[in-house]
């Protein structure tokens, strides 16, 4: 089993930056994808951006160039740097992981935060 924890959430304005946080303990795989996902009401839950073990990633094209994922392994924390934030960003904000996958295209995630949200006002 894994755990997964996010914290870093908050309401800023347009423009302003975010860190998010996400702390896993429990079973911790040789190799694996880390995302984070966001999700508002009425919509599905859509992909912001992924990271594997090797460190290679991903992004969702409305967040690319200004958001960053990036992954401690000392620590077990995924992170996700946001910059220049929209309104459009408003959501809560997800981090899910899948122990022994290297490739984290279309990886249905098994473990799942509880979720932060983010607000951005314009």
């Known amino acids: 089993q894994v755990q997964l924890e996010e914290t870093g959430g908050g309401s800023v304005q347009a423009g302003g930056s975010l860190k998010l946080s996400c702390v896993a303990s429990g079973y911790i795989a040789d190799y694996y994808c880390m995302a984070w996902f966001r999700q508002t009401p009425g919509k599905e839950r859509e992909v912001v951006a992924t990271i594997n073990s090797d460190d290679i990633t991903a992004y969702a094209n409305p967040v690319k160039g200004r958001f960053t994922i990036s992954h401690d392994s000392a620590t077990n924390t995924l992170y996700l740097q946001m910059n220049s934030l929209a309104p459009e960003d408003t959501a809560m904000y997800y981090c899910?992981?899948?122990?022994?996958?290297?490739?984290?295209?279309?990886?249905?995630?098994?473990?799942w935060g509880q979720g932060t949200q983010v607000t951005v006002s314009s």
């Open positions: 899910a992981s899948m122990p022994w996958v290297k490739s984290c295209g279309d990886v249905e995630y098994n473990y």
